[in-house]
């Protein structure tokens, strides 16, 4: 049974690896420095990424634990639409051509190691 100590521990584990990812990827697509902070590109995107983090909280409230199929699946998804929505913004609306290419990659990646990280210590627990 995973607690949620374990899920704040393999949230931070997958950041920390997400980050050297990035600079990783950047650097073999050629698209700049790692940056800190998200750019808004609009003045609506803060809003669709707070509605679709509170209509994943909401979705997800009917699951009794992370451990359940379903979850996944709907973190998956959640990622899904939150990562082409970034990336359409990116492509449309950042200087960087490249930029767009950099959120679609390390934001599958990431998703991939938290899913997989997930599974193999609820597995040995």
Do not use: C, Q
């Not at 509170?54 to 199929?69: D, N, Q, V, W």
């Not at 973190?75 to 913004?89: C, H, M, R």
């Not at 609306?93 to 991939?112: A, F, H, Q, R, W």
């Amino acid at each position: 049974y995973m607690s949620g100590w374990h899920i704040i521990i393999i949230v931070i584990v997958t950041l920390v690896i997400s980050h050297f990812v990035e600079v990783v990827i950047r650097k073999w697509l050629d698209a700049g420095k790692f940056r800190w902070k998200r750019v808004s590109y609009t003045k609506y995107d803060t809003f669709m990424n707070f509605l679709f983090t509170m209509a994943f909280i909401i979705s997800s409230s009917f699951f009794s634990s992370y451990t359940e199929p379903y979850f996944y699946l709907l973190l998956t998804v959640y990622t899904i639409i939150t990562l082409g929505f970034d990336a359409i913004l990116a492509k449309r609306y950042d200087n960087n051509p490249k930029e767009y290419k950099v959120i679609i990659i390390t934001g599958s990646l990431t998703i991939g190691l938290f899913l997989s990280l997930v599974t193999v210590t609820n597995h040995l627990l």
